[in-house]
């Protein structure tokens, strides 16, 4: 099963397509997001989700939202059965990203790669106001797990924790994937496409000084996490970022995935002569700890 797509060479398949109509659905793509991450913050000041157009506490049964996993008023039961049926990994991950930078850009996810864990192929921890949701993919979810009842197709767990209190467990629930998970994943695994999930959600609008204005204080923080799984912040002072200063740092960290943000920023400085003003400081302990699944 997760084998799947594995015969398409993607690189070559990709490589075939004109540069200029990538760049043409690439710009595309980008303006597309940067009106759906606008729509997305000013629905959630209202309290209502862009998607549906429904409140963001409206729970009707008969057509499920992604909303659900913002709505305070959901029964426990009625959110169960919306993850018993299949729902896609990336866009389920990119919703509850883009909602996390809605509200303070940067802070709130926390991912660790494979590098860490090797039976792991992804976990993360995203968190938005009083909501965390944590992912946990093994090898073992997206083979399926051999021989048994539940979760025997390739699948996900996620825990869901609100004010604190455990929600949804890993163990509650098997999401099996839909189609274009496994697309993607194969597109991944044969390194056809960039996938850096620190950067990608909503952060095409932050180019957008308008919403740069709307969204950051008066200071800026990004999480770095190292392979040893140690904290740094890096404070930066916004008026001294420059005009395309997310796509250079998107540009610089796929170059160099390993340096820390402020790293990154000394080598701009130095390369563009800029004068970026930043700080470094140590992971306060209220910041979003990575939740390990047992
Ligand atoms: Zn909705
Ligand atoms: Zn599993």
Known sequence: MSKRYSDIDFKKTLGSIPKDVVE????????????????????????????????????DEKSPCMHWFLASSIKKKTLMRYLSRPLSFFRVQTY?????????????????????????LHESTIRYKNL???????????????????????HYHIQIVRDGYTVVKFNDTHIAFEPIDFLYMEMIRQ???????????????????????AIMDNISVVNDVTKAQFWTRTLIDPSTIPENFVD???????????????????????????????????????????????
């Open 24 to 59: 043409q659905l690439q710009e595309k793509e980008a303006i597309q997001n940067q009106h759906d991450f606008v729509c997305l913050c000013e629905g959630l000041q209202e309290g209502v989700c862009y998607l549906c157009g429904e409140k963001i506490e409206h729970i």
């Open 96 to 120: 509850l990203r883009w909602v996390a930078n809605s509200d303070k850009p940067f802070i709130n996810i926390n991912d660790v790669g494979a590098d860490v864990l090797d039976n792991k």
């Open 132 to 154: 965390e949701w944590s992912f946990s993919l093994g090898n073992t979810d997206f083979e399926g797990h051999y021989g048994s009842k539940v979760g025997n197709c390739p």
């Open 191 to 213: 390194n056809a496409v960039e996938v850096d999930p620190s950067y990608e959600a909503g952060l095409e609008s932050l180019n957008s000084p308008t919403i740069q204005e």
């Open 248 to 294: 250079e740092i998107r540009e610089l960290k796929m170059i160099h995935r390993d340096l820390p943000m402020f790293k990154l920023i000394e080598v701009l400085n130095e390369l563009k002569g800029y004068n970026i003003q930043y700080a470094v400081v140590n992971v306060p302990a209220n910041s979003p700890d990575k939740i390990h699944r047992k």
